[in-house]
C-alpha cells in the first residue's frame, strides 16, 4: 500500500527515522555509561518496545497499569510503573500482573506502601518497589533526603515489598527552557533532592540498586550525573513540535511523527483540512508558541475548525495547496495526539510496512 492510499486523517510513523531515534539514544547512554528505560506513554506499542530492548534498552517505564499490562502481554518484561496504584482493584490487578512479569512501581507514602503491601501478601508475591522523590516536579513524591530515606526503611520492613531504589522525575523542566547550558543548572539543582536521598538511604544502611530520572529534555543532563543509574525518556523515539525547540534533543531525534490529512474545502481564501479536535491534540502556550500541530512543506499556521476540521492560514504571497492535497502535521505533543487513534501506520519512503495498533489508549 502506498502512503497516498492511506484515509486521513490518520497517524504516520517514519521507520526508518523512528529506528534512527532508537540507535542514536542507545549508542549515548551506552556512551556514558548510564542504563536506558524508555518511557512507552509516547508510543503505546509492544512493537516500539521491543525495537527498543533489542538496540539495549533494559525495559520500559509506563505511566499506567494499562500500559504495563500492554506491554508484559505484548512480550515487554522489565517495567516500572512510574505511578501510584491505590484502589483494591488496581493493586489486585498489579499484584496479578507481577506473577506473569518483572514490574517494579512506585509509593511515596506510608499508607500507600500498606495497600501495595496487602494487596501483595494476598497474592503471595513480592514486588519490588521504588520511593518516588519530589525533586520539583511537585506532583507525586516524598520529600528528598530523611524522610525518602524512612519510607525506604519502612518498604524494607513490610512484608511482600522488597526496595529495589530511588525515583526522581523533574518533569517541570522538560519543556520549560530551551537552552541547554540554563537547563543544566536548573536540572542539577532539581538532582541535587536525589542525592541527598541516596545519602540518607546509605546511611540507613540500604544501596539503592536502581535510581531513576530524566526525560527527552533532561536526557543527556540526568544521565551524566552522578548517582543516576538510568533514565526514562520517552518522546525521543516520535517527538514533537515541542520538543524541537529543545537544544539540544530538538536536533538529536528527528520527527518520526506526523499526522497525513487532506484538504477537504478550499472557499474563498479559506483552505481546510480533515484534521480538527479529536485528530491532533493542542497544547498550553510556552515562551511563544502557538500549541498547534504544524504543518510540513507549506508556509501555513494551522487552527482546529471544529471536531473533524482544521483551519489553515497563509501568509501573503503563498503558495496555497489544492482541493484533495495531502498534508502532513507535526504534532504539538506525540504523546496526546498519538492517543487519540487506534493505529498508526508505518512508513519507509512512500511505503506502507506495517499497520500497528495502539494499546491502550
Excluded at 490518520?10 to 526508518?16: A, N
Excluded at 500498606?114 to 513524591?141: F, P, S, W, Y
Excluded at 526514562?232 to 517527538?239: D, I, L
Aim: glycine fraction near 10%; hydrophobic fraction near 40%; proline fraction near 4%.
Amino acid at each position: 500500500m502506498n502512503i497516498e492510499e492511506l484515509p486521513t486523517p490518520c497517524l504516520v510513523v517514519d521507520l526508518d527515522l523512528l529506528e534512527e531515534n532508537i540507535s542514536n539514544m542507545a549508542r549515548y547512554c551506552r556512551s556514558v555509561k548510564c542504563g536506558l528505560r524508555p518511557h512507552v506513554k509516547a508510543h503505546k506499542s509492544p512493537f516500539i518496545a521491543k525495537k527498543q530492548v533489542d538496540a539495549g534498552a533494559l525495559g520500559v517505564c509506563a505511566q499506567t497499569l494499562e500500559e504495563a499490562e500492554a506491554m508484559i502481554l505484548g512480550g515487554i518484561d522489565h517495567v516500572i510503573l512510574t505511578n501510584m496504584i491505590i484502589s483494591q482493584n488496581s493493586l489486585d490487578r498489579f499484584a496479578s500482573l507481577r506473577r506473569n512479569g518483572d514490574i517494579i512501581t512506585t509509593v511515596d507514602s506510608l499508607e500507600g506502601m500498606e495497600l501495595l503491601a496487602r494487596a501483595a501478601v494476598r497474592k503471595g508475591v513480592m514486588v519490588d518497589v521504588l520511593v518516588e522523590i519530589n525533586v520539583g516536579q511537585n506532583r507525586t513524591g516524598v520529600e528528598p533526603g530523611e524522610p525518602a530515606a524512612k519510607l525506604a526503611t519502612a518498604v524494607s520492613r513490610t512484608k511482600g515489598l522488597n526496595f529495589k531504589g530511588l525515583m526522581g522525575y523533574e518533569g517541570f523542566l522538560q519543556l520549560t527552557i530551551p537552552e541547554i547550558e540554563k537547563r543544566k543548572i536548573e536540572d542539577h539543582k532539581a538532582l541535587a533532592g536525589i542525592s541527598r536521598s541516596i545519602d540518607a538511604v546509605k546511611k540507613d544502611g540500604f544501596e539503592p540498586e536502581i535510581v531513576t530520572s530524566g526525560g527527552t529534555g533532561t536526557y543527556n543532563i540526568a544521565a551524566e550525573f552522578e548517582g543516576v543509574t538510568e533514565i526514562q525518556p520517552g518522546s525521543y523515539v516520535m517527538m514533537d513540535h515541542r520538543y524541537n525547540m529543545m537544544e539540544t534533543c530538538g536536533t538529536d531525534f528527528k520527527n518520526s511523527l506526523s499526522i497525513l490529512s487532506t484538504v477537504v474545502s478550499t472557499p474563498d481564501d479559506r483552505v481546510i483540512v480533515d484534521m480538527g479536535w479529536k485528530s491532533a491534540s493542542v497544547e498550553y502556550q510556552i515562551f511563544g508558541w502557538d500549541g498547534m500541530a504544524h504543518p510540513i512543506g507549506i508556509s501555513a499556521k494551522y487552527f482546529p475548525g471544529g471536531d473533524e476540521h482544521g483551519v489553515l492560514k497563509f501568509e501573503e504571497g503563498a503558495k496555497r495547496p489544492k482541493l484533495g492535497d495531502r498534508l502532513r502535521f507535526i504534532p504539538s505533543h506525540c504523546d496526546t495526539t498519538l492517543n487519540l487513534y487506534k493505529k498508526f501506520y508505518g512508513i519507509r519512503g512512500d511505503r506502507v510496512e506495517v499497520v500497528c495498533p495502539i494499546a491502550k489508549r
